[in-house]
C-alpha cells in the first residue's frame, strides 16, 4: 500500500522507506534514492505501517507544520504539488533550500491558524499532512478542512505535549480526537512510539 | 471559458504573468476567503496554462518566502538589540540603585557590606518603620530588576542563537548581541569588514586616533572576550584581530547562509591556541 | 546606714551630685535588671537626700532626654536626605527604563505614544512571545518603581513634616528635604545665611561667578518653588530673596525650637503678595 | 473618690474634672485650674467615672506612653515624683517644654517594650498609667509589672486598632484581658466611649 515513489531500500546497512530525489539533511543515498528514517518523521511511520494515507505519486497535498523541510521533502520526491506552510523563519531559511531543487515544492511563510491568509494561493487537495507542535492542533485541522477534497484525507501527527505539558497524554489525545470528531470521520488513531514518544498517529475523511 | 469571478481572489489576479515582484507581493499580502482550484481558474482567465502555473507559482513562493524571512529574521535582530539594551539598563540602574541602598544601610548599619546577598537578606527583613520599610522594598525592587536582568539574559541567549547561530557560537550571546546592537544589525555587521568588527565599541578612541596623537585601538567591545582579555598583552593585538576575523566571518555567514557551521569555532580555537603557544616559549 | 550592693545599678552610682554631664549619660545609657527604692538607696549612699535627689534627677532626665530628642531627630533628617536621594533616583531610573520601552514598544508599534498610561497597559498586557514577555515585565518594573516613587514621597513628606514642620511648611516636602540634603542635615541648613540658602543647589553657576566672568546665580534649587518660577522674571531675584529669607528662619526655628509657627507661612505670603504686586501697576 | 488635687470645675462654660498648674496645649484655664478634657484623655474618662485607681495626691507614677505631655501634665500636677515614658522624639520634644514646668515629672525617651532601660531610674510606684498605641499592650502591662508596689495599681487604656486593625475590637479586648490575667488581677474593665471609640480602660492590682 505505499505510494508509488516510495520503495523500501537497503542503503549504507540500514533498510526502510526511501524516495528519489536530493538529499536534505545527511540522510543515507544511494543510486538517487534517499533513506526517509522513521525517527526522523512521522509520516514515515505510518507510511512504514501500510496505513492508507491517500498520498500517492502525483498527489496534491497541503503540508502544515513544515518546519526545516525534512519530511516534506520527501513527500515533494514523490507526490504533486505540495504547498508547505510554516510559520517560523529560521526553520523556513532551510525549507527554501529544499525547495530550491523541487519545483513542486511552494513553501508559504504563514500561520496555519489562518487559513485565509494562504486560501489566494493553495488549492484543494488530496491529502492535508498536519504536524504542528502548538496548541489547538484539532482547531488547525478543522480550520484547514475547507482545503481536503471530498475523498481527501488528513494525515495528522498528535504532539501531548504541545496541547498541556501537564496532562497525561492519553487524556489529551482523547480531547483532540473528541474536537476533530466535529468536522472529520477518524480512521485510524495509533500510538506513533517507539519512534516518537507521545505522539498520536491520525488519518482522518473530510465528514 | 467562462470567467469565474473569484479568481479575482487569486494571488494571480491582475498580474503579469513575467512579473514576479508583483506575484510575490501577491503571494504575501493576498488572502481570500476560501480555496479554489486555482491552476484551472488560472488557466481560464489566461494567466498561464497548468504547467507553466506551477512554474510561476514555484517562482513567486520561493521570492516572497525568502524576502519575508529575512524581513522577519531582521525584525529579530532588532528586537535582540532592544533586549540587550535594555539587559544594560536593568543592570546599571541595579547597580545604582544598590549604591543608594548602600548608603542608607551604612546610615543604620555602619557594617553593611551592601553586596547582592546583603540585598536579598534586606528585601526579606521585617521592617519596624515606615522609613526602614522604603528601604526593604527599594531592596526588594532592586532583586526584582535583577531577576528581569537575568531574563533578559536568557531572551537575549535564545534570540541571538537563533539570529546569529555562528555568531553567537564564537563570541558567546550577550558579545554577539552586543557586536549587532553596535552595528546596528546583523545585516550591517556582515558588511562590515574585520578590522572594523575589532574595534566597533571603541569609537571614541578611534577618533581620537585618526585625529592624531592617540594611538590606534587595538579592540573595542570583543575585550570582554576571553580570547582577548585572557591573553597576555604582548600578544592581545594579535588574539583581537584573529577573533575579528572569525566573528566577521561569522556574522556573514548568519546572514546569508543561516546555517550553523562548527567548524569556525574550531578554527577559532586552534587560532587562538597557536597565538597562546608563544607566551610558553 | 547599711550599704545595698544594688545601688551600684542605679543612675547616680559613682556620679558627683554637681556633674550634669555624667548623670544625664547615666540615665541615657544605663540599664538595670530590676527597679528598686532608689530614692531611699540615693539617700543611704550619700549621693543626696530625698527632696535634692528629685531636683537632680529632673535636671538628669531633662538633659538627657533633650540631648537624645536632638540626636534622635537628626538622625531623622539624615534618614530624610536617603529617602529624598532614593526618590530621585527611583525617579530618574523609571524614566530611564520608559525611554528604553517606548524605542522597543515603538519597534513594534510605530504608533506607540509612550507615557505612563502607556506603560501601566502595556504592564498588563498579555504576551504572545518571550521577547514580548520581556517587554511586558520590563513595563511592569517600571511601574513598579513609579509605586516606589509615591511611596518614598509619603515618606519624605511625613518624615519632612516631622523634621523640619516650618521648612515643610514654606516649601513643601520635597523642596525642604532637598535644602536639608544639600547642607548635609537640618543642624547644617540651619547654620546657613539666607543668602547660602538662595543659591543651594547652584553650586557651579556660583563657583563660575566667584571665578569671575560668570554672573551670580539668583537661585538655586529653590527655583523649583512656584513662588519663584511663578513670578515673573524681572521680580524673580526680590521673590527668591525673600523666600530664601524666610526658609532660612524656618530652618532654624525647626532646629533650636521644633515648634510649627503658622505666622512665619503668613509672612512669606504677604512678602510675595507685595512682591506680585509690582507686576499690576 | 477623685485624687486630691483634681476639682470638678466649669470654666468658659465647660464643666469637668481640673487640676492646677500651667497650661499645656490651650485648655480652659481659672485661677490657675486647668480643666482636664475627658475627650482627649481616657485617663480622665475613669477619674471623672469615680473608677478607684490609686491615683492621689503624692502617688509615685510611671507613666508609659506619655506622647506630648497632655494627660501627664494634669497628673503631675498633683502626683508625686512621675516618670514619663516616650519612644517618639518629636512628641517628647513637646513633653520636654511640659516638664520644664514640673519639677517632679521626670521625661525618659525610652521603649516601654525594654523596662531594663529605665529601672535604674525608675522607683518602685503606686501608679502604673499606661497607653501606648502600639501591637503588645498586654505584654508591656506584664513588663513593667516589677515597677508596681503590692498595693499599686495598674490603670491601661487598650487600643484595639494597634492590636489588630482587622479585627473586633471585642475579641482583641477579650484576648488582652486574658493575656492580662497572667499577671494581674483586673478590677475594672470597660469602654471608655462615647469619649474614645474602641478603647477599653482597665483597672488591675498585680497578682
Same mark, same amino acid.
Given at each position: 500500500?505505499?505510494?508509488?515513489?516510495?520503495?523500501?531500500?537497503?542503503?549504507?546497512?540500514?533498510?526502510?522507506?526511501?524516495?528519489?530525489?536530493?538529499?536534505?539533511?545527511?540522510? *543515507? $543515498?544511494?543510486?538517487?534514492?534517499?533513506?526517509?528514517?522513521?525517527? !526522523?518523521?512521522? %509520516?514515515? @511511520?505510518?507510511? &512504514? /505501517? #501500510?496505513?492508507?494515507?491517500?498520498?500517492?505519486?502525483?498527489?496534491?497535498?497541503?503540508?502544515?507544520?513544515?518546519?526545516?523541510?525534512?519530511?516534506?521533502?520527501?513527500?515533494?520526491?514523490?507526490?504533486? *504539488? $505540495?504547498?508547505?506552510?510554516?510559520?517560523?523563519?529560521?526553520?523556513? !531559511?532551510?525549507? %527554501?533550500? @529544499?525547495?530550491? &531543487? /523541487? #519545483?513542486?515544492?511552494?513553501?508559504?511563510?504563514?500561520?496555519?491558524?489562518?487559513?485565509?491568509?494562504?486560501?489566494?494561493?493553495?488549492?484543494?487537495?488530496?491529502?492535508?499532512?498536519?504536524?504542528?507542535?502548538?496548541?489547538?492542533?484539532?482547531?488547525?485541522?478543522?480550520?484547514?478542512?475547507?482545503?481536503?477534497?471530498?475523498?481527501?484525507?488528513?494525515?495528522?501527527?498528535?504532539?501531548?505535549?504541545?496541547?498541556?505539558?501537564?496532562?497525561?497524554?492519553?487524556?489529551?489525545?482523547?480531547?483532540?480526537?473528541?474536537?476533530?470528531?466535529?468536522?472529520?470521520?477518524?480512521?485510524?488513531?495509533?500510538?506513533?512510539?517507539?519512534?516518537?514518544?507521545?505522539?498520536?498517529?491520525?488519518?482522518?475523511?473530510?465528514? | 471559458?467562462?470567467?469565474?469571478?473569484?479568481?479575482?481572489?487569486?494571488?494571480?489576479?491582475?498580474?503579469?504573468?513575467?512579473?514576479?515582484?508583483?506575484?510575490?507581493?501577491?503571494?504575501?499580502?493576498?488572502?481570500?476567503?476560501?480555496?479554489?482550484?486555482?491552476?484551472?481558474?488560472?488557466?481560464?482567465?489566461?494567466?498561464?496554462?497548468?504547467?507553466?502555473?506551477?512554474?510561476?507559482?514555484?517562482?513567486?513562493?520561493?521570492?516572497?518566502?525568502?524576502?519575508?524571512?529575512?524581513?522577519?529574521?531582521?525584525?529579530?535582530?532588532?528586537?535582540?538589540?532592544?533586549?540587550?539594551?535594555?539587559?544594560?539598563?536593568?543592570?546599571?540602574?541595579?547597580?545604582?540603585?544598590?549604591?543608594?541602598?548602600?548608603?542608607?544601610?551604612?546610615?543604620?548599619?555602619?557594617?553593611?557590606?551592601?553586596?547582592?546577598?546583603?540585598?536579598?537578606?534586606?528585601?526579606?527583613?521585617?521592617?519596624?518603620?515606615?522609613?526602614?520599610?522604603?528601604?526593604?522594598?527599594?531592596?526588594?525592587?532592586?532583586?526584582?530588576?535583577?531577576?528581569?536582568?537575568?531574563?533578559?539574559?536568557?531572551?537575549?541567549?535564545?534570540?541571538?542563537?537563533?539570529?546569529?547561530?555562528?555568531?553567537?557560537?564564537?563570541?558567546?550571546?550577550?558579545?554577539?548581541?552586543?557586536?549587532?546592537?553596535?552595528?546596528?544589525?546583523?545585516?550591517?555587521?556582515?558588511?562590515?569588514?574585520?578590522?572594523?568588527?575589532?574595534?566597533?565599541?571603541?569609537?571614541?578612541?578611534?577618533?581620537?586616533?585618526?585625529?592624531?596623537?592617540?594611538?590606534?585601538?587595538?579592540?573595542?567591545?570583543?575585550?570582554?572576550?576571553?580570547?582577548?582579555?585572557?591573553?597576555?598583552?604582548?600578544?592581545?593585538?594579535?588574539?583581537?584581530?584573529?577573533?575579528?576575523?572569525?566573528?566577521?566571518?561569522?556574522?556573514?555567514?548568519?546572514?546569508?547562509?543561516?546555517?550553523?557551521?562548527?567548524?569556525?569555532?574550531?578554527?577559532?580555537?586552534?587560532?587562538?591556541?597557536?597565538?597562546?603557544?608563544?607566551?610558553?616559549?
Amino acid at each position: 500500500m505505499s505510494p508509488d515513489g516510495v520503495a523500501r531500500k537497503s542503503i549504507d546497512g540500514e533498510t526502510g522507506l526511501a524516495t528519489e530525489g536530493e538529499p536534505v539533511y545527511g540522510e *543515507p $543515498t544511494a543510486d538517487g534514492w534517499r533513506l526517509w528514517d522513521r525517527s !526522523r518523521s512521522k %509520516l514515515a @511511520v505510518l507510511l &512504514d /505501517r #501500510e496505513v492508507e494515507t491517500g498520498l500517492d505519486d502525483g498527489s496534491t497535498v497541503l503540508y502544515l507544520g513544515a518546519a526545516s523541510g525534512t519530511t516534506v521533502s520527501h513527500v515533494a520526491d514523490f507526490a504533486g *504539488p $505540495t504547498y508547505a506552510v510554516e510559520f517560523a523563519p529560521r526553520p523556513m !531559511r532551510d525549507l %527554501l533550500d @529544499v525547495a530550491a &531543487d /523541487r #519545483e513542486n515544492l511552494f513553501p508559504l511563510l504563514k500561520d496555519a491558524r489562518e487559513p485565509e491568509s494562504y486560501a489566494h494561493v493553495v488549492e484543494p487537495v488530496d491529502v492535508i499532512v498536519q504536524d504542528v507542535a502548538i496548541r489547538g492542533q484539532a482547531d488547525v485541522a478543522l480550520a484547514n478542512r475547507q482545503f481536503l477534497r471530498e475523498d481527501g484525507r488528513l494525515v495528522l501527527s498528535v504532539k501531548a505535549r504541545s496541547e498541556d505539558v501537564t496532562r497525561d497524554p492519553e487524556a489529551v489525545f482523547e480531547e483532540v480526537e473528541e474536537r476533530l470528531a466535529e468536522g472529520y470521520e477518524i480512521e485510524y488513531a495509533e500510538s506513533l512510539e517507539p519512534f516518537h514518544d507521545d505522539h498520536l498517529g491520525v488519518v482522518a475523511t473530510p465528514e | 471559458m467562462t470567467h469565474d469571478e473569484s479568481a479575482t481572489d487569486g494571488w494571480f489576479a491582475g498580474i503579469d504573468p513575467g512579473d514576479t515582484d508583483a506575484a510575490q507581493a501577491a503571494v504575501r499580502d493576498g488572502s481570500a476567503t476560501a480555496p479554489r482550484d486555482w491552476p484551472t481558474l488560472a488557466a481560464e482567465s489566461g494567466f498561464a496554462e497548468r504547467e507553466e502555473y506551477y512554474r510561476l507559482l514555484h517562482e513567486a513562493t520561493m521570492a516572497a518566502t525568502r524576502a519575508e524571512v529575512r524581513e522577519r529574521e531582521q525584525a529579530d535582530d532588532q528586537q535582540l538589540i532592544h533586549a540587550i539594551r535594555a539587559l544594560d539598563d536593568c543592570q546599571r540602574v541595579a547597580n545604582e540603585l544598590t549604591e543608594r541602598v548602600g548608603e542608607w544601610a551604612g546610615s543604620q548599619d555602619a557594617d553593611a557590606d551592601v553586596d547582592d546577598e546583603y540585598i536579598a537578606a534586606l528585601a526579606e527583613r521585617e521592617p519596624d518603620s515606615p522609613m526602614e520599610d522604603r528601604l526593604v522594598s527599594l531592596a526588594d525592587r532592586i532583586v526584582g530588576l535583577q531577576e528581569e536582568s537575568r531574563s533578559l539574559q536568557t531572551v537575549v541567549e535564545s534570540t541571538a542563537t537563533s539570529v546569529a547561530p555562528n555568531l553567537t557560537a564564537l563570541a558567546g550571546p550577550e558579545l554577539a548581541a552586543r557586536l549587532i546592537a553596535l552595528a546596528g544589525g546583523l545585516d550591517e555587521l556582515a558588511k562590515k569588514p574585520a578590522g572594523t568588527v575589532q574595534v566597533l565599541g571603541a569609537e571614541d578612541a578611534l577618533f581620537a586616533h585618526l585625529r592624531g596623537g592617540a594611538p590606534s585601538p587595538k579592540h573595542g567591545i570583543i575585550y570582554t572576550h576571553e580570547y582577548v582579555r585572557g591573553t597576555r598583552p604582548e600578544d592581545r593585538g594579535s588574539a583581537a584581530r584573529a577573533l575579528a576575523g572569525k566573528l566577521a566571518i561569522a556574522a556573514r555567514v548568519d546572514n546569508y547562509a543561516g546555517e550553523y557551521r562548527p567548524e569556525l569555532e574550531a578554527e577559532l580555537d586552534d587560532r587562538m591556541e597557536r597565538i597562546r603557544a608563544r607566551e610558553n616559549q
